[in-house]
C-alpha cells in the first residue's frame, strides 16, 4: 500500500492537491527559489525572473502570501518599497522543493533524451 494510503489521504479529493495547486506552478517555485537565501523587493524579482510579467509576479506574490508562505513588508519610504520573505511556513517548503531542483538538475539530460525518443517514436 501507498504511504498516501496509509495515511488515510484520498488523492481525489484530499488537501495535497489544493497545495500543489497553489505552490507546484512554475511562477510560485521560481519566486520561493529567489527569496529563500533572503527578502527580496518586487522589481529585484522581476529582474531576476526575467521572463515573468508584472501581472504574473504580482499574482503570484499574493498567492505565496495568502497561503502563507510568504510576508509582505511595506516600508514607510518615497516611493514606497516593499519586500516579501519567506514565512517558517514558507522555510520548511524549501528543503523539499530544493530536492526536487537537485533532481532535476541530475535528471535533466535524461528527460530530454525521453523525450527525444518519444518525439521519434511518435514521427516513425
Known amino acids: 500500500m501507498a504511504e498516501w494510503q ?29 527569496v529563500h537565501q533572503e527578502p527580496k ?18 499574482q503570484g506574490l499574493r498567492d505565496l502570501e495568502q497561503n502563507g508562505l510568504l510576508t509582505r513588508t511595506l ?3 518615497r516611493p514606497p518599497a516593499v519586500e516579501y520573505a519567506l514565512t517558517a511556513l514558507g522555510r520548511s517548503l524549501m528543503d523539499p522543493l530544493l530536492a526536487l531542483v ?23
Not at 523587493?41 to 509576479?57: E, G, K, T, V, Y
Not at 528527460?111 to 511518435?122: G, I, K, P, T, W
Request: proline share 4%; with cysteine.
Open 102 to 124: 537537485d533532481w532535476a538538475a541530475l535528471n535533466r539530460a535524461a528527460v530530454a533524451e525521453a523525450h527525444r525518443l518519444y518525439d521519434s517514436a511518435r514521427q516513425a
Open 6 to 34: 496509509a495515511m488515510g489521504l484520498d488523492l481525489h479529493n484530499c488537501p495535497i492537491r489544493s497545495i500543489l495547486d497553489q505552490v507546484a506552478a512554475k511562477w510560485p517555485v521560481l519566486i520561493l527559489l529567489e
Open 41 to 58: 523587493r518586487f522589481n529585484m524579482l522581476l529582474r531576476a525572473i526575467p521572463d515573468i510579467s508584472r501581472r504574473m509576479l504580482t
Open 75 to 77: 516600508f514607510d519610504t
